[in-house]
């Protein structure tokens, strides 16, 4: 089975921190959440106090753990970071709460992960700062109370309905949606990341790029990468003829689509007649993950107006059947 992950969606973590937003001023789109966050962590320092816990949610690469660096940076405190897969037993939450720093900062990415049995562990400690442990087994069992260190935590998720009532009802920092980039905030970023990267790029490339980066930051980072490469490579200055060429080899069209995601909408075409299709069958189809294909190909294309969900499962638009025979 294939991980869900987008080709164009990983950047090597040393590029990826130097890119990575370091101030609110250069964190770009998602005004509205920016505004709100802002106003919990101002209104916490005033107090004195750790602001209360946030959660996130939206398709990959459009700023959740940024968010996550930039609380921990505007509180000055401490970030600790793991994944919903990662705490897979009690103990395992256990020991990362029972040893935190007081003020810590918690980011927990893909935080629908968890098993419920953890989540449940996780009320008091969200609720009431203590963490519940039972000692023992049968009649000789006994709880423990242990009193953690003021933290907050930030979560992170692709798929908030995965997450269970209780647990989203304890984020009373808020709950936030994060949508796809407009083109104009994708210029402003693929522009700042082509600078940090020393790159001579015209206002005509930095436009390509971000017309092609699937509304996504990441993408577009990672797009902006690659283009580079080709670029060294071919011993050729950026420009709109070369990042064409580029794009031929990469495999990516004027939408921003790559050959998995053609492969997908032909395969819905050709092997369902267009849908309506379940998402497992179409995952035996495409020998994919069914999470890779709720989380990395349909999104961009629900965005395109390409495919729709339906009742009953997806189904070819008539702009998609317009793509596939163009």
Request: hydrophobic residues 40%; contains cysteine.
């Amino acid at each position: 089975m294939s991980t869900p992950s987008d080709p164009l969606s990983s950047l090597p973590p040393e590029v990826d921190a130097a890119l990575r937003p370091t101030h609110w001023d250069n964190y770009v789109g998602q005004k509205q959440i920016k505004a709100n966050v802002r106003i919990a962590i101002d209104a916490a320092k005033k107090r004195g106090s750790m602001p209360e816990h946030l959660l996130f949610y939206g398709p990959p690469g459009v700023g959740k753990t940024t968010l996550a660096y930039l609380v921990a940076t505007t509180l000055e405190s401490p970030l600790k970071t793991t994944s919903g897969v990662a705490i897979e037993r009690a103990g395992d939450l256990a020991a990362i709460l029972t040893n935190l720093e007081p003020n810590t900062v918690l980011f927990i990415d893909e935080i629908h992960r968890l098993s419920h049995k953890i989540e449940e562990l996780l009320y008091p400690a969200l609720e009431s700062g203590h963490l519940d442990i039972i000692l023992g087994k049968g009649p000789s069992a006994r709880t423990v109370e242990l009193a953690l260190p003021p933290f907050t935590l930030v979560g992170a998720t692709t798929k908030v309905a995965a997450l269970s009532g209780p647990l989203r009802s304890r984020f009373g920092g808020g709950t936030y949606q994060l949508d796809f980039y407009s083109d104009d905030d994708l210029k402003d970023i693929v522009a700042r990341s082509a600078s940090l990267l020393g790159l001579d790029a015209p206002n005509e490339v930095i436009a390509l790029v971000a017309a092609r980066s699937r509304a996504t930051p990441r993408v577009a980072n990672s797009l902006l990468k690659r283009v580079r490469d080709f670029s060294e490579v071919r011993e050729r200055p950026l420009s709109t003829e070369l990042c064409e060429e580029a794009y031929a080899l990469f495999g990516i069209d004027e939408l921003g689509l790559t050959k998995d995601d053609r492969r997908y909408l032909t395969t819905l075409e050709e092997s369902f007649r267009g849908g309506p299709a379940g998402v497992r069958a179409l995952a035996a189809a495409l020998h994919e993950d069914p999470d890779t294909i709720e989380t990395v190909y349909e999104p961009y294309l629900l965005r395109l107006g390409l495919i729709e969900r339906s009742l009953r499962g997806r189904v070819l638009t008539d702009r998609g059947r317009a793509y596939l025979a163009a």
